[in-house]
């Protein structure tokens, strides 16, 4: 696989043999001397920052390296096509009960030099120098658990996958470190003292041991600026995402409950001071409730707590006053005034209570006595927000309710306690980033994105191992643990004793090998960095834009869409696998698919929060996500070209009729057209049917005709008056329009290419949006200049625009020579939105989209995925038509 590089260094010893080559090391050389550096020697590390930075020798194979775009760029993109990309980069924290690792793994497809892409970057203006000064190249944040009294399966884990190969050098490369050196790998926690030598024995690395306070503020600072929705709330089992205005985070009271508890107030990047903590802590719940108990692990404590009457053994304000509230002093009979209580008056031993009932009570005590101490110290230093973290959490639902009970009853409702999703991983992700330049600091949000494969357990441990990398394996696990038509949890499906699932969270087990009843536990997905994308610069306040309109927090919309998406599951199952040539192992694939994402649904329809705050963008792009994780990349390939080739067929009749129009007429017509040709969706069960009932040709005819004004949402003749004439005025017309395009066939070509030829009509520049990657039978930016080139034979307005935007490459050759027929013809470009997801989040799109926007003055979004399901309510900063 090819690896992109937007920020070259020195440091190899390759020979170069051609021109090209010799130019590709100059720019190289020149690099490495305006940063300060000199052939192989390292840049100092930083000063000033409490965590010690290292780096390693970067090895880069420059053989057959191309440069990109123009040469004459102060940072032109290098191709290396010979380079590996199987790098991969690590950091651990290893406790006293868990071991956390977090990897970096590079994945990224070898670009393509698009002659079409390239016209339309320099028409927008994208340069390939806008880059940062070290190069992130997109990957993949992996988190992963194991249990430490099994750290050989660990050892394995990182052996297996050669993550102690990997190393980061003091430019930020991610690079192969030599078979004969010694490599490091950061650590942090007690674990990276005591199995020091033992990681030197096994893989033959040292450990680099980090501070653990200094890992976990970075870890905790990076998760809240850099992943939407990371922190919660939890009362009374219900969760709420909380959306943390990075620009207002510090300071804030960071409460790491471990053995003990440290609080921790934050001010800023680095800068931080323990200014409280208590002895009683996680170590004091599970010592006490072992000798007490005779539990065998936490997770079996907490489970027994689960099934207590803490009433037994508590002393509650009703058992001193009768059953009465005390109600001077603001107390219900129900709350505890002293903690074990009643073991003082009653007659009874140790073995006369329930184990359930001691776990309960234990569990109370130690977390309203956390809850507490943690306000007053939030009090004391005058913070607003309260984050928890570390062992004794565990994304347990009655530990973090006692603890936001505590909270909320001494705050008297003024302060709320906040969970992290990630919360387990604070240390290992913060012990990663002290490695010189790794790219996270620069990462925003909107770079990130959380995806979730099916996984499988690792070998033997109780704790989630990695999602399984290899398809066969992975759909031979899925055939053989998932039963299909069963009630399953998941991702995290029913498996044998001794295992459970997928890799992030750790979900403890009930007895008999089941996961309990609750499974209370947040999912942590694959955190995907994609520098790419950006903030859609058009919305017109990003802080409050909200994409979803439907809310799946509302259980029977839930329902409804769980319903939805079962019910279509066979028919995309079975077009899946028609796409494949339906081969044995297609059906194969299909199979696991179907079981995979049936595992997600049943997980969702069991905590909707598992995988982070749910919306209805988030559940359709799971499932195209879930198909191109068991390699269906184009479910509709072949539906999608037979409908283009139909719909291009009766194009010219349809131009003809429309040009034979008033104007007005006309612009009625054309978004009668686009609202009748958007019916050609295969994600609808109603518009499938339809197809049965005739041609494509009088389909559209049969809808458009029923298109009768006035609709359920009409601002048509708003949208009438901004586009036509009145009087002796005529309409000043948009400079560019952003056309969001929804399915192929029909839609695009009777529908969108006529209304997006009427404003070049108009003069207006057309830019169609249009997904990166398929989904369902929508049209991609990769599938739309063959559309444009066949319709823009039919067409003159629509082939002089084509050729202006690039889109016709061999006529934009041949119209090099400078006639003045193209140059004065108004674009038609084609980009891509940076989603391969019927929805589209506009806090995510890709950077073309982005430049694109910043002179456009008209967008047009279409489709019941990207008009209606998301967007209806966003509001932007220049005219906008939703249809």
């Known amino acids: 696989m090819a690896g992109l590089i937007d920020e070259p260094i020195l440091g190899t010893n390759d020979i170069i043999e051609t021109r090209e080559e010799a130019e590709i090391k100059d720019v190289l050389i020149d690099k490495v001397r305006e940063e300060g550096g000199q052939g192989d020697r390292e840049m100092a590390p930083p000063t000033g920052n409490s965590i010690h930075r290292s780096g390693s020798r970067p090895q880069l194979d420059l053989s057959k390296a191309a440069i990109l775009g123009n040469s ?26 868990l071991i956390k690792l977090v990897y970096f793994s590079r994945h990224e497809d070898r670009k393509i030099n698009d002659k079409r892409k390239n016209t339309v970057k320099e028409r927008l203006g994208i340069s390939n120098g806008n880059r ?19 750290i050989n399966e660990c050892l394995d884990f990182i052996s297996s996958k050669q993550l102690h190969r990997g190393g980061i050098d003091s430019h930020g490369w991610l690079s192969e470190t030599p078979a004969n050196c010694s490599a490091e790998i950061k650590a942090t926690g007690g674990g990276a003292y005591k199995f020091a030598d033992l990681f030197k024995e096994k893989l033959g690395v040292s450990l680099d041991k980090e501070d653990e306070m200094d890992c976990l503020v970075a870890g905790a600072n990076f998760l809240l600026k850099a992943i939407r929705h990371e922190a919660f709330t939890h009362m009374e089992g219900h969760k709420k995402f909380v959306q943390i205005d990075h620009n207002d985070l510090f300071p804030y009271l960071l409460v790491n409950v471990g053995s003990g508890v440290s609080m921790i107030k934050v001010d800023g990047d680095g800068k931080f001071e323990r200014v409280s903590g208590t002895n009683v802590g996680g170590g004091t719940y599970w010592g006490l409730g072992r000798l007490l108990t005779k539990c065998k692990s936490f997770d079996e404590l907490l489970e027994l707590s689960q099934r207590g009457d803490n009433r037994t053994i508590d002393m509650l304000v009703g058992d001193i006053y009768g059953g009465m509230d005390y109600g001077k002093i603001g107390l219900s009979a129900s709350t505890i005034a002293s903690s074990f209580g009643k073991a003082i008056s009653e007659k009874k031993e140790l073995e006369d209570y329930r184990p359930e009932d001691i776990s309960l009570s234990l569990l109370r005590m130690i977390s309203y006595n956390i809850g507490q101490i943690s306000y007053l110290n939030a009090l004391r230093f005058g913070l607003k927000r309260i984050f928890f973290g570390g062992f004794f959490i565990r994304g347990h639902a009655y530990t973090m309710d006692t603890i936001s009970f505590a909270v909320h009853f001494w705050s008297k409702g003024e302060a709320q306690a906040m969970f992290l999703r990630h919360e387990g991983f604070l240390g290992a992700l913060g012990a990663f980033m002290s490695y010189e330049k790794h790219g996270l600091d620069d990462l925003m949000v909107h770079h990130l994105v959380e995806r979730f494969p099916m996984g499988a ?102 329902e409804y869409w769980f319903t939805v998406l079962s019910e279509h599951l066979p028919d995309l199952v079975d077009k899946a696998v028609a796409s494949e040539g339906g081969t044995d192992d297609a059906r194969r694939r299909g199979d696991a698919f179907a079981r995979a994402f049936s595992a ?55 131009l003809m009729e429309l040009d034979s129009m008033t104007e007005e007429t006309r612009l009625l017509t054309l978004i009668e057209g686009v609202l009748a040709a958007n019916i050609f969706d295969w994600g609808s069960r109603a518009c499938v049917d339809l197809y049965h009932k005739g041609t494509i040709i009088e389909i559209y005819r049969m809808s458009r005709n029923k298109m009768q004004r006035p609709w359920r949402v009409d601002d048509f003749d708003v949208f009438k008056e901004r586009m036509q004439s009145s009087g002796d005025k005529k309409p000043r017309p948009h400079k560019r329009a952003l056309l969001f395009v929804d399915n192929s066939g029909a839609d695009i070509v009777l529908g969108m290419l006529p209304l997006a ?15 990166s990657l398929p989904a369902l039978n929508d049209a991609t930016a990769m599938e739309l200049p063959d559309i444009v080139a066949e319709a823009a034979k039919h067409c003159d307005i629509l082939r002089r625009a084509a050729e202006a935007g690039g889109l016709l490459v061999d006529a934009m050759i041949n119209a090099l020579d400078g006639s003045k027929e193209n140059s004065s013809s108004v674009p038609l470009m084609v980009v891509e939105n940076g989603c391969g997801s019927p929805c589209i989040d506009l806090r995510q799109v890709s950077s073309e989209l982005a430049a694109a926007a910043k002179d456009a003055d008209l967008i047009i979004l279409e489709g019941m995925g990207r008009a209606l399901h998301t967007n209806f309510n966003a509001r932007f900063k220049c005219d906008a038509l939703k249809i």
Not at 494 to 507: D, K, R, Y
Not at 765 to 770: N, Y
């Open 600 to 654: 997600h649904l049943a997980r969702l329809m069991e905590e909707p929060a598992a995988y982070g705050k749910l919306g209805l963008a988030n559940l359709l792009e799971l499932r195209e996500e879930c198909l191109r994780e068991f390699h269906f990349v184009d479910a509709y390939r072949s539906i999608k070209q037979r409908e283009n080739e139909a719909s291009l067929a009766v194009l010219p009749d349809l």
């Open 72 to 97: 004459e760029e102060r940072d032109p993109t290098i191709l290396l096509p010979n380079q590996s990309d199987d790098i991969s980069h690590l950091a651990l924290d290893i406790g006293g009960s």
């Open 132 to 150: 940062r000064s070290y190069p992130i190249l997109g990957g993949r944040l992996h988190f992963v658990k194991f249990e430490t009294r099994k």
């Open 757 to 771: 030829r009427e404003l070049l009509r108009r003069g207006t520049e057309v830019v169609l949006v249009a997904n």
């Open 457 to 558: 357990p690792y070998t033997g441990g109780k704790i989630h191992g990695p999602p399984l990398g290899d398809l066969n394996e992975k759909i031979s696990w899925m055939e053989k643990f998932v039963l299909k038509g069963t009630e399953i949890t998941a991702p995290v499906p029913m498996a044998p004793p001794g295992t459970t699932g997928l890799g992030g969270f750790e979900v403890p087990s009930s007895k008999g090998g089941t996961l309990r009843s609750d499974a209370s536990a947040l999912n942590v997905g694959v955190l995907h960095l994609v520098p790419t994308l950006e903030v859609f610069p058009l919305l017109a306040d990003p802080k409050m834009y909200e994409p979803n309109t439907i809310d799946l927090s509302d259980h029977v919309e839930l």
